[in-house]
C-alpha cells in the first residue's frame, strides 16, 4: 500500500471563547441543526453530522427546490446506516450549497446523494462539505466556525438561535 501524500494544512486560527458561550438547557446532547442555502432557496432541518461520509437530501427536498427525477445522475452505491438495512440512493446531483449569510458566507459545488425515505431532516451535511469549508464544530456550545470565501473567521450558529427569522421551510 502506497503512503498518502501529505499536504500542509492552511487557514484561519479558528478557537471557541467566552464570548461564544450561550444560554441552554444544560446539560444537553443536542445535534447541530441549520438552515443552508442550497441551489436558490433556504433550506431548514439541516443537520451537521461529523459521523457521515456523504452528503445527503431527500427526494421530497429536492422537488421542492423545483427539481425532478430527471435532474439526477445514477448512484448504485447503497448507503448503510438508516436502521441497520441497505438504502439505494434514487440518484445524485451537485448543487450550489452557500454555508452561513451573506459577507459571512462560503460557497461549495456539493454532489448529494438523494434518498427516498422519512427521516426528521431535509439534509444532512457530512465531512465532504464539512472538510471543503474546513469547519469546526464545537457540540457543547452548538456552533460552527468555518472559513467563508474571503478566508477569515466564519460562525455558524445552530437553528435554535434565529429559527423565528427563517424565510422558508423545504
Known amino acids: 500500500m502506497a503512503a498518502r501524500e501529505l499536504w500542509p494544512l492552511t487557514g484561519p486560527t479558528m478557537a471557541f471563547g467566552p464570548e461564544d458561550m450561550r444560554s441552554f438547557q444544560a446539560p444537553h446532547n443536542d445535534p447541530l441543526v441549520v438552515q443552508l442555502k442550497i441551489a436558490a432557496a433556504m433550506v431548514r432541518q439541516v443537520l451537521i453530522d461529523t459521523g457521515s461520509s456523504v452528503d445527503i437530501i431527500t427526494l421530497k427536498c429536492f422537488k421542492k427546490l423545483q427539481y425532478t427525477e430527471k435532474d439526477l445522475e445514477a448512484a448504485g452505491t447503497p448507503l448503510v446506516g438508516f436502521g441497520g438495512q441497505p438504502t439505494y440512493p434514487v440518484g445524485m446531483k451537485k448543487l450550489a450549497v452557500q454555508i452561513g449569510e451573506k459577507d459571512n458566507s462560503g460557497t461549495v459545488d456539493v454532489t448529494f446523494l438523494m434518498v427516498d425515505v422519512l427521516m426528521a431532516y431535509n ?12 469547519a469546526v464544530i464545537a457540540p457543547y456550545l452548538l456552533l ?8 477569515r473567521v466564519g460562525y455558524y450558529l445552530e437553528i435554535r438561535k434565529w429559527l423565528a427569522n427563517a424565510t422558508m421551510s423545504a
Do not use: H, N, T, W
Not at 439534509?123 to 474546513?134: F, N, T, Y
Open 144 to 151: 460552527m466556525q468555518f472559513e467563508p470565501d474571503d478566508g
Open 123 to 134: 439534509v444532512i451535511i457530512g465531512r465532504p462539505i464539512l472538510s471543503a469549508v474546513k
